[in-house]
């Protein structure tokens, strides 16, 4: 495991200019870094999936019976270090990259959230790495989990290039994975799911993974859960615990499955207890 060094984590938050780079790309800016999204797969989600969800949460939310949905990564640049947030199913993320100007060689480091498919399947290709120079930090827990059901094999072509850490927990002083990069606990969807604050000149922005599937939803009604959860009770805890925490500091948010732009701020939802808002960056 790393050493860390310890960052408080309570920085005044300010909303950051965006600017859109096509279909696919979007840029936003968080202090000196520049974090893109890179948009792989857009799809439509089913209410079948959601638990939780009762006739009347369905047909006031999502009455059509279905939510819009995507596979999203993250690329996040600054401080002399090119690091991608999860690999997606990797089908469309090296042209993305490309479009960027980056190279599977430039990239220093990749961040994965959990194990899913969806997240890790552009790591490896016929049992060779794709992205040749960098090092890969996941989660112990996470790590340890899938190392039990063979999950874990797209990482072992990384060898010792491979990097464990435990997320620290919201509220908690918080320690820095890398420069201006501190790991959050969410687990629930997966035993060691994580989550990313980037922080830069008083900036914030919390790449949150899985933590929502179903926006349409469970933005105003956040104790609706998926199937996809390992354990849907604490993932239902730890996305309210963040909604919370994220609306009380200020911190613009952006998810793996929030449609495009997927980067925005949320607002507790006036007149539903407990409900959010969504209001995607310009």
């Known amino acids: 495991m790393m050493k860390m060094s310890i960052v408080c984590g309570m920085l005044i938050a300010a909303a950051i200019p965006a600017f859109p780079q096509g279909n696919n790309l979007f840029a936003y800016r968080v202090g000196a870094f520049e974090v893109h999204l890179l948009v792989e797969a857009r799809s439509e989600g089913r209410a079948s999936i ?29 401080g002399g270090l090119t690091v991608l947030v999860d690999t997606g199913f990797g089908t469309t993320l090296f042209e993305n990259l490309k479009a960027l100007g980056v190279s599977p060689e430039e990239v220093d480091a990749v961040l994965i959230t959990h194990m899913h498919g969806d ?4 790591l490896q290709k016929d049992g060779k790495p794709l992205f040749p120079r960098a090092r890969v930090y996941i989660a112990q ?30 509220g908690s002083p918080l ?10 606990a969410a687990f629930g969807h997966t035993p060691g799911h994580t989550l990313f604050l980037v922080s830069s000149e008083g900036q914030r922005l919390l790449i949150w993974a899985d933590l929502m599937h179903a926006m349409d939803i469970q933005f105003p009604a956040p104790e609706v859960a998926v199937t996809y959860d390992t354990d849907p009770q604490a993932a239902v805890a730890s996305r309210k615990r963040v909604l919370e925490y994220v609306v009380q500091n200020h911190i613009p948010i952006a998810g ?7 980067i925005g701020d949320v607002q507790a939802r006036g007149g539903v207890p407990g409900g959010y808002t969504f209001i995607p960056a310009r």
């Open 141 to 170: 827990q996470e790590r340890d989990f899938w190392a039990k059901t063979n999950g874990a094999v797209p990482l072992r072509v990384y060898g010792s290039r491979v990097e464990t850490f435990l997320p620290g927990e919201l």
């Open 256 to 262: 793996m499955h929030l449609p495009y732009p997927a």
């Open 50 to 78: 959601l638990i939780g969800a009762d006739d009347a949460l369905i047909r006031r939310y999502i009455p059509t019976g279905s939510y819009q949905s995507a596979v999203n990564t993250f690329l996040v640049r600054g």
């Open 119 to 122: 997240h890790t399947g552009g």
């Open 175 to 184: 320690a820095e994975l890398l420069p201006g990069i501190t790991p959050v």
